[in-house]
């Protein structure tokens, strides 16, 4: 049997972090993941902010930042676009595209760098409470393990098995999960290419579609719908936004990703007797942009930072791994709850009224306008934007 | 064929409803929504615990390629 003080258990961005800090304060830890490549296959739209990788201390990479985004192009059905820039107003998720396959490998080896055992192709088949202690088996190449763990760290993604072995309710209701579908592609002609593009309506229902420029003609152009309002899959959708949007219906795909995205917001209960979970499996998505790979890490820190102080103080109940909730409710639940009103009026418009909004907006210069302005002129164009988005502003 | 011959039947039709298409791209969405966390993701398959499943077919409603099929008969 081995036998670590915490071991994390999925090495995506939130994972490695949490691993990377706990190790930084002097815990021993074990990382593991079930994939045999780190970062690979990748499951997302890459776009991170530049205020988050400056708040988690990590140096932006040539190596793995394709190209920077300068600002949002918001397009509405009919091709109206609204084009906002980051130094007009703050945009979360615009910033870096990354390369995930290569910023999830460093982001990992950063993690073994602090001192973190790391095991790949690795997958955590159960999980017993022993003597106050949690053990979880695995499998690795053929071989039956057993590790023994003062805390285990559950950063198995939107399909976290982990939290729900040690009774924490991570499943995820169809109506909180974006089914999601992305091409990479190159030949994409993209009008502002410094500018990060979101498209929405009724060709991606109950989400929005996107092309995230990486530099030169290549961009990861995907979408997100809800399976409970649409019969078609996501993958279908994706095939018919790519053939009728004008940026992309000459360019050809070189990589197809798949995935679920958890956009209900962050899971409730996130920590149980020697169990805590971070990242994606806690909810720890931006539910309006879907975006989770900082809000991943910063919750991944918190987790790592919590699980090595509880291993100091020799416990590892519940009770003393609380104030990680209390701490991911500060960081990212306040801010999560207000985009999550957003989203909910943003997918209660149909088509002719996103139309209207883009053409009343199309024009507005950001630079001058104040929030109550522009609140009165989207009330005046929508009036149920008063009912649900009042208490935001 | 006497009773436990029957009984036996029954389990593998019970174990071999679900049917992963070859196209599956096993990012784990399924096991995501799945209210019973019966799905176990690998690196390339998916097994089934379908002894405890109740057929609620969420897994199949939520994917986003169509890669997974009830058995029906």
Redesign the interface.
Known sequence: MIETDILVIGAGPAGSTAAKHAAIEGASVILMD???EIGS?K?CAEGVSKEGLTKLGIEPSTRWVTREASGVRMVSPNGTAVNLTEDKVKLPEAGYILERKVFDKHMAMDAGRAGAKIMV?T?A?GMRREDEQVVVTAESMGQELEIKAKIVIAAD?????VG??AGLRT????KD?E???QFEMAGVQMEEPDCIEFHFGSMSPGGYAWIFPKGDDIANVGLGVL??ITDK???QHLLEFVKSNPATKNAQPVE?N???D?VGGLLKKKVTDNVLVTGDAAGMVNPLTGGGIISGMMGGRLAGQVAAEAVVNGDYSKKSLKIYEDLCEEELGESFKKYLKAKDYLLSLSDEELDKIAEAFRDSDFETINTAEMVKKLVKISPKALLKLGKLF | MGFNGQFFLKIIEWTDNMIVKEWC?Y?????????R?L?????ISLNFNEKNCKECE?CI??????ALEKRDD
């Open positions: 079930k994939k045999s296959p499951r192709k997958l088949t993604g939107p399909e976290s098995r729900r072995w499943s995820l209701k169809p999960m089914s999601c579908a399976t409970t899959t996501a993958y197809l798949i995935g679920g958890p | 791209m990012c784990g969405e399924c096991a995501g929504v799945c209210p966390n799905i176990e993701v690998r690196e969420i409603q939520v994917c986003p390629v169509k």
